[in-house]
């Protein structure tokens, strides 16, 4: 890790302990709010079109990206927010049901607002202002990549109040099925659905179609929604979409070639580095592999016309089983 790399995770630490009060009242928020919901769910499901490019459609600025490797590039609680937004409507909302949003956006009474449930970290002295622009910043970034629809026009005080959750996919449109148009509202998945034929997306093997990549709820409850960083979780999403869509070959680790990391998921080779992080923190194990370090560096390139074999990645379900702000500044202190 290079100097600067190091300053920048112990900046890191140094403000999780900072505002480690901040990060329990906002985890304890999502507690209550789990607690709460008629349908306590041991997994929360997010479709794999959050994650995956649609490869067939381009824009004149070359092909699109994922909606959630789109929201990495704008800082703020955005991919957050959407994934939080998730799990409230599933702990209250049955599968196969669009959900209706009715969670005021600060605290009314015993009920928790939107506000609540992301940590009140910001650098204004008006804490409560400070958070009000975070929301409503994530918030129209969601808007803006057709994650959420909001009911008035920009300007208008209350645009925000009741946002509506759209699909994973982010789809600008109106979908046609037959008989009739899908609005690409979301509606709660089912583990076992299965995804319909899309030759716009990567090949998946036979017993890995279902559509939903699933974490466990602690991913949520244990606060690893806010801990990680954008580029982590996604990073993160795309080795459960990898051991989703191959689960027989998931038993010896999954891979991405970087073509295929481009042309499935947009993750950059800077984001891909995150993978380091998650192991630090126990979400992830690098395989072994003699020509590697533990960190999944290069320590040598096999001789003749050995190929040197991608780094492979196994998921750590457990790992997420651990409180996440004292997870990661342990992880970065005894680095």
């Known amino acids: 890790m290079s100097t600067r790399d190091t300053e920048r995770q112990r900046a890191r630490a140094n403000n999780l302990q900072r505002n480690a009060d901040r990060y329990r009242d906002a985890t304890l928020a999502l507690r209550q709010v789990y607690s709460e919901g008629r349908r306590q769910r041991a997994r929360l499901l997010i479709r794999r079109s959050l994650v995956r490019r649609a490869v067939g459609w381009e824009t004149a600025h070359g092909p699109t990206a994922s909606p959630a490797s789109a929201l990495i590039t704008q800082k703020g609680w955005a991919l957050h927010l959407y994934l939080i937004a998730i799990f409230e409507a599933q702990t209250r909302t049955a599968t196969g049901a669009e959900s209706r949003n009715t969670r005021p956006l600060y605290t009314t009474g015993e ?29 129209t970034q969601l808007a803006r990549h057709n994650l959420i629809e909001l009911a008035g026009k920009s300007g208008l005080p209350d645009r925000y109040e009741g946002f509506r959750l759209r699909n994973e996919a982010g789809t600008a449109y109106e979908v046609w099925n037959p008989g009739d148009w899908t609005p690409g509202r979301y509606s709660v998945p089912a583990t076992d659905d299965n995804e319909s034929p899309d030759p716009f997306r990567p090949p998946a093997a036979k017993d890995g179609q279902v559509e939903t990549i699933s974490l466990p709820a602690s991913f949520v409850l244990q606060g690893w929604v806010h801990v990680l960083s954008a580029a982590e979780i996604l990073t993160y999403l795309m080795l459960r979409d990898l051991e989703t869509r191959y689960p027989d070959s998931s038993k010896r680790g999954v891979f991405v070639t970087e073509p295929n990391r481009i042309s499935w998921y947009a993750v950059t080779r800077d984001v891909y580095e995150s993978h380091r992080q998650l192991a630090a923190f126990g979400l992830i194990e690098h395989l072994p592999d003699p020509n590697r370090r533990a960190d999944g560096s290069i320590l040598r390139r096999p001789g003749g016309r050995t190929r040197l074999e991608p780094l492979r990645f196994r998921t750590l379900p457990e790992g997420l089983e651990q409180p996440a702000v004292r997870t990661v500044i342990s992880a970065i202190s005894t680095n």
């Open 111 to 139: 009920q928790r607002g939107w506000a609540d449930l992301l940590p009140a970290v910001t650098a204004t002295k008006n804490t409560a202002a400070g958070m009000r622009r975070q929301l409503t910043r994530a918030l």
